[in-house]
């Protein structure tokens, strides 16, 4: 949390920062463009009032900077008044003492806020390299077998997702507008909301194709957190029900909804550290949600084994599968009962089978189906006591978030409480709009720089 807040200021206190030098730098052009006004103006005068062309010649090459001066001149004069040669070298000097005024207010905060964002950019960085030193044994236990990709690839795909998120919410808004405002002409609001569906759909399109490539792995996840992970493991055959994109509660369709169901499930246990998940074989993208890491065949026990011992909490979400059976027995024969949380399905045969192999009764009694990620939550006592809470089936909101709520009950009845679990749900999508939304005024940051520097 530390780190994210520093973070968070270092960027603040950076843009802020690159907005001063950039203002700063306008004014000290419009300043240097202007030095040699009164000589133009002395020019000016000697050609007036024979010569138009001067007029508008003085007018074109001052016109950026120009507010006294320009006022003065107005229209081309055809005579030249009494005392008006005094009055344009008066409003020439005017001009240039109010250029350097602006330029000495622009630059003022300047070095105040470069040693904000020096520091905070420091601190920033000692903190994540904290964070990396605490889980680079782990990491490099993780990455042994990591796919390898070029450098380029996941800032090229960040930066697509960014675009992607920033048409979302553009042509989202833009519709919205169109659609509430009765100041438009008809003709105009249908042009207005077809451009805006246009964009949202181009959007969706782009953060389709870009997300999952943008995905971070389970090296980065551990690097740039430093807690100790949160293990989740899974039958593979259910990962296609936990990559499905339900409907937005407010508008009944998925066209809003950009988090997967796993998704928002490691947004929930996230409270306790990265969530890290073994990927399927030979998929040629990691699913969105837990950071993936792969284990070849020969080696997978052994690497869950150890991975389990290094978590703050292991998930499991139970199905079928001899695979996954044999990480709930090894995590039953050797982690302590409360590090273990269990997801029931609808289908009482896994629930049975975990029955047996902790010696109690029917886990899924009185438990009512219908949420589609999981219908309990099992957390246990030390003596592997189950506390079995129901995932409401309510259909108001989407299913990981009564998945969260109930696992952040199962916890808190055996003494683990972390009351955000359930929130996280709702403010990933968010989070993550947020974040693509900061490509506007970095976009902006970035045309002035082009234009300061005669790119545009």
């Keep these: 949390m530390l780190t994210r807040l520093v973070t968070a200021i270092a960027f603040a206190t950076t843009y802020t920062a690159l907005h001063f030098a950039i203002t ?10 202007f030095r040699e006004a009164p000589a133009r103006a002395t020019a000016l005068l000697d050609a007036l009032p024979n010569d138009a062309e001067a007029h508008a010649d003085f007018l074109y090459e001052n016109a950026p900077f120009l507010g006294e001066t320009r006022d003065l001149l107005g229209p081309p004069l055809t005579t030249v008044p009494p005392g008006f040669a005094d009055s344009l070298i008066t409003a020439v000097h005017a001009d240039q003492a109010a250029l350097r005024r602006e330029l000495d207010e622009s630059t003022a905060p300047l070095p105040g806020w470069s040693l904000a964002a020096a520091m905070t950019i420091a601190a920033a960085v000692a903190l994540r390299r904290r964070r990396h030193r605490a889980a680079d044994g782990l990491a490099a236990f993780v990455g042994t077998h990591a796919r390898r990709r070029p450098w380029w690839w996941r800032p090229v795909f960040l930066t697509t997702s960014g675009l ?62 430093g807690r100790r992970p949160v ?52 998929e040629p993208l ?58 029931l399905t ?29 219908s309990a939550a099992v957390a246990f006592d030390d003596d592997w006591t189950p506390h079995v809470h129901q995932v409401s089936p309510n259909r108001h909101g989407v299913p990981a978030y009564h998945v969260a709520k109930a696992m952040q009950e199962a916890l808190a009845s055996v003494g683990t409480r972390k009351p955000t679990m359930a929130v996280r749900v ?31």
């Design 24 to 33: 700063a730098a306008e004014d000290f052009q419009a300043h240097q463009r």
């Design 164 to 225: 992607g998120l920033a048409l979302v919410v553009a042509g989202f808004l833009t519709g919205q507008l169109a659609l509430r405002s009765n100041s438009f002409p008809f003709g105009a609001r249908i042009a207005t909301v077809v451009g805006g569906v246009a964009a949202l759909l181009g959007g969706l399109l782009v953060l389709r194709y870009s997300r999952p490539r943008s995905a971070r792995d389970a090296v980065r996840a551990l690097r740039a957190d």
């Design 231 to 282: 293990l989740y493991l899974r039958a593979f055959d259910d990962d296609h029900t936990a990559a499905k994109v339900d409907n937005a509660p407010s508008v009944g369709t998925t066209g809003l909804m950009l988090h997967t169901r796993e998704e928002q499930l490691a947004d929930a246990l996230h409270a306790f550290g990265p969530v890290i998940a073994v990927g399927r074989p030979g």
């Design 286 to 343: 990691p699913l969105l949600g837990a950071a993936r890491f792969y284990l070849p065949d020969a080696e997978w026990q052994d690497g869950v084994a150890r991975l389990m011992d290094e978590a703050r909490l292991v998930v499991l979400r139970l199905g079928s599968g001899e695979g996954l059976w044999w990480e709930v027995e090894r995590a039953h024969a050797t982690q302590p009962p409360r590090k273990l949380l269990l997801l």
């Design 346 to 374: 609808d289908d009482p045969g896994p629930a049975a089978r975990l029955a047996d192999l902790v010696g109690s009764g029917p886990l899924l009694a009185g438990v009512v189906p219908g949420n589609a990620l999981a």
């Design 426 to 456: 709702n403010l990933g999508l968010l989070v993550t709009l947020g974040k693509g939304l900061l490509i506007v005024p970095v976009g902006v940051l970035g045309l002035r720089l082009a234009r300061l520097l005669d790119l545009l």
